[in-house]
């Protein structure tokens, strides 16, 4: 049975870029571009892994990462932080967020399937 | 020193004849004493009659043995006797021992009494009398030792007196009665004479002391009356007891109204717990406090508004013995005018925060421009990188045709992104120019509501269009409008919930063109308006904002409406919508200046969120 990763992304492009690329190593996706869905999302499909954007509307991908990692039942799913938030000292205050990964935008593409595979194993 | 100077001349006119005499004097004076006028004077007045005394007793015993003949040993050790108080004054000169030099000149006159009494009739004779004079010629010294000493000689001499003729120890008086009576009468005469020289003597010290004391209390009246620090004296509880008249200029108000508590009440009321605290610190803890409070002073023509000043007050007990004894001691304290220092202070802390506030902005405003950058890259390399491995990702004709237009998209939207920045830098600059053209603005309101209109489908919101048909041409950059109306269309779809409706509506009137653009969405908070258009905002906290977007759309707004020559009008209520009004010269070319500095604020505070639109669709 294929892995699942729940997106989180506002950005239509971005999350149709890491749709295609999941889908082309074999992973199955499940997306969303709102952080209060996202929880729904996570609670309904049990992913086994996180991308999440920082930047969303409504709630900020830190605020959705604070409630995951508070949910007993779903805080053992890691979180990738994948945003264009690049400045120095983002990566640590991110981190220090609750996310398990820190990728910047624009991602390498090599990159990012090492990171999602470091997570999950072939697909 | 300055205090003799002030009562001196009168003194120097009238005794300019001893001037040579009284200068041998004063440098007889030994110098210990020299800077304490009062002991200095007593001093004088010890050596001077002494010195004068002896020699002009000297003086007469050629004519007094001229006069009787032969003298008898009695009498010549009589006159020898009498150069003793020139060794007395000599050694008070050289010692400076006044107490001494009183006991030994006590001593010498008592002896000499002793020894005339003796061999003119014992306590009966004209010379006894003078055993009266020891105890008040030592009154002069001002000590209770040397009167109490003095004393005891008299009435040991007086004692030895009456002894010498209990035991029949007296020689015989060789005196007529005639003589005796002559005698006694030079004898009382002479110690009246003598004893009022005495008390000219000490009526002299006694003035001297009082003119040294007034000129003491003048001399500070004098320093506190020239001085623009303000000299207070504080009784228990902060009262105040004394002030000196520079608090007249320094508070406008009289020293009357300052006294007791009138000064506590200029003190600005938040100052007043650091003002009180000082003094009490001060009076029971008997330590220096400084403190700076504000004062209210008062204009001097008493129309003007009253003003706060900026003083430093540095206050220490009064009496430190004193108020050790009593637990509470009076304050006195130096109040001083630093409001220029505080000012200065008060601009360079001013100017950090400005600089700071301006730097925390730039520094925001490049990290969101980072974010805004990359998240267009991300798509544009993603999917380039997909492309390059297309075999590898299995990617069909379809696909690669899809990815090639994500990709000119993307672009697109980035070069949007860099063009505003080069907009709104060119404003800022002053390098902008618009190029004005007579044209139809109904078309053109109509064409960006076209454009917009499959935004506003999707995000299910109601875009309605009030323009009359019959608008008449405007003249005015056509390109610049256009981007106006985008910038705030977009930002009101952006803002607004689904359900929502954005109105967009247009007038001319009075020669200008009213273009209003309003929405029932989130709106913008009263604290946050004022913040809104400037092109470095500042979001709540990066990672919070809700809406993406460079912040940059309402601020080239603006610059591009005051360029020409236009107002840009924001009214707002959080939670019920934002109503936007343009309002533009009809032509613009008319009454513009050559060059206008668009309305830009570069020091933004924080913004809880941006009003914001690129001209460009947003791929959400």
Known sequence: MPKTVLIVEDNELNMKLFHDLLEAHGYQTVGTRNGIEAMDLARRHRPDLILMDIQLPEVSGLEVTKWLKDDSELKSIPVIAVTAFAMKGDEERIREGGCEAYLSKPISVGKFIETVRHFLGNA | MGSAAAFAPRAT????????????????????????????????????????????????????????????????????????????????????????????????????????????????????????????????????????????????????????????????????????????????????????????????????????????????????????????????????????????????????????????????????????????????????????????????????????????????????????????????????????????????????????????????????????????????????????????????????????????????????????????????????EIMPEPFAPAQVIGNCCDLLALRAREAGLDLELRVPVDMPNITADKRALKQVLLNLLSNAIKFTDRGGRVIVSATIEMGRMVLVVEDNGIGISDSDLPQIGNPFFQARSAYDRRHDGTGLGLSIVKGLVALHGGDVEIKSVLGKGTRITISLPADCEQGRPARIAPDIQPAPRPVAHQQTATPVRKSA
Not at chain 2, 249 to 269: N, S, T
Not at chain 2, 309 to 338: F, H, K, N, Y
């Open chain 2, 13 to 432: 006119g009238q005794l300019s004849v001893f001037k040579p005499v009284r200068e041998y004097i004063d440098s007889l004076v030994h110098p210990s004493v020299q800077q304490d006028p009062l002991a200095a004077a007593r001093h004088r007045a010890f050596i001077a009659p002494r010195l004068l005394g002896s020699l002009i007793a000297l003086a007469t015993f050629p004519a007094y043995i001229a006069v009787r003949g032969v003298p008898s040993v009695l009498e010549v050790v009589v006159f020898g006797w009498l150069l003793v108080p020139i060794f007395v004054a000599y050694f008070l000169s050289r010692t400076g021992h006044y107490e001494g030099a009183h006991v030994l000149s006590s001593l010498s006159l008592t002896g000499l009494v002793t020894a005339v009494a003796w061999n003119t009739g014992g306590i009966a004779s004209f010379a006894a009398i003078w055993l009266v004079v020891v105890p008040l010629e030592a009154a002069l010294s001002a000590s209770r030792r040397v009167v109490a000493l003095a004393s005891t000689f008299a009435l040991l001499a007086a004692g030895f007196l009456v002894t010498l003729q209990f035991v029949g120890m007296l020689p015989d008086a060789a005196a007529t009665a005639n003589e005796q009576g002559a005698l006694a009468a030079l004898g009382i005469v002479s110690a009246s004479l003598y004893a009022t020289g005495l008390a000219l003597g000490a009526e002299s010290l006694a003035r001297t002391s009082f003119w040294l004391l007034y000129a003491e209390v003048d001399r500070y009246r004098l320093l506190a009356r020239n001085m623009t620090d303000v000299i207070s004296r504080h009784g228990p509880h902060g009262a105040v007891l004394f002030v000196s008249p520079a608090a007249e200029p320094l508070l406008g108000a009289r020293i009357g109204d300052l006294l007791g508590h009138g000064f506590f009440d200029r003190v600005h009321v938040a100052d007043r717990p650091a003002y009180l605290t000082a003094l009490a610190d001060a009076a029971s803890r008997g330590e220096t406090r400084s403190v700076e409070f504000r004062m209210r002073r008062d204009a001097k023509d008493g129309k003007s508004a009253t003003q706060f000043i900026w003083v430093e007050m540095r206050c220490r007990p009064l009496d430190q013995t004193a108020g050790q004894a009593t637990g509470e001691s009076e304050v006195v304290a130096v109040i001083r005018d630093v409001t220029a220092r505080k000012e200065q202070e008060q601009a360079l802390d001013d100017a950090r925060s400005e600089s700071d506030r301006a730097n925390a902005a730039k520094s925001h405003f490049l990290a969101t421009m980072s974010h805004e950058l990359r998240t267009p890259l991300n798509a544009i390399i993603g999917f380039s990188e997909m492309l390059t491995n297309d075999e590898q990702m299995r990617l069909d004709a379809q696909r690669r045709r899809d990815y090639a237009k994500l990709i000119n998209d993307s672009g697109h939207h980035l070069l949007s992104v860099v063009n505003g920045i080069l907009d709104m830098s060119k404003m800022e600059t002053g390098d902008f």
